[in-house]
């Protein structure tokens, strides 16, 4: 049995780059760090190893303009996208005893706010899911491949499940 002693420290920054994100979602900081705590347990459920002290992550939340100059450098899109994930962990791991700084997931607002209205959900809920979609990338999954994907997915589905949000992936079947 896992104690709340047991487990390792999660420490999540939060950095507002667009104002409009204290409208949209003034509740922002407390559903990205359940996400974040969330997605990290049901990777360990799933096997992930991390560290035994701690992991850190940061969460920003930006505008259009700037993430679409990010997924143009990074991904060589001309165009904003939903969230982006850095990551820091190459496959090596920090020395024993060191928190693991995991690295940082980007979310953008007005896309965000259009494909949830677009999908008929909370803006709240479709946060949290691209908040742990996010945050398992920064911990190795991906989607490229088929196998891969329904992994991932199936991740993201218990995370939300826990935050008593529907399956996202429903609507698109």
């Known amino acids: 049995?896992?104690?709340?002693?047991?487990?390792?420290?999660?420490?999540?920054?939060?950095?507002?780059?667009?104002?409009?994100?204290?409208?949209?979602?003034?509740?922002?900081?407390?559903?990205?760090?359940?996400?974040?705590?969330?997605?990290?347990?049901?990777?360990?459920?799933?096997?992930?190893?991390?560290?035994?002290?701690?992991?850190?992550?940061?969460?920003?939340?930006?505008?259009?303009k700037r993430m679409r100059t990010l997924n143009r450098t990074f991904r060589g899109k001309d165009k904003p996208t939903n969230v982006l994930s850095f990551a820091v962990l190459d496959g090596t791991h920090p020395k024993p005893g060191m928190p693991w700084l995991l690295g940082d997931v980007v979310l953008t607002s007005r896309v965000i706010a259009r494909e949830a209205k677009a999908q008929g959900k909370s803006l709240q809920h479709h946060l949290s899911h691209l908040a742990v979609h996010g945050v398992l990338h920064l911990l190795g999954y991906d989607h490229e491949q088929d196998r891969d994907a329904e992994a991932m997915e199936a991740l993201e589905i218990a995370a939300l499940a826990g935050m008593g949000i529907a399956n996202p992936y429903e609507l698109r079947r």
């Open 1 to 64: 049995m896992l104690l709340m002693a047991d487990r390792p420290r999660l420490s999540i920054a939060i950095s507002v780059e667009d104002p409009s994100w204290a409208k949209l979602a003034p509740d922002a900081a407390r559903l990205l760090r359940r996400a974040a705590r969330d997605a990290l347990a049901e990777a360990r459920s799933d096997g992930w190893k991390g560290s035994r002290v701690g992991h850190e992550i940061s969460f920003v939340l930006t505008d259009d």
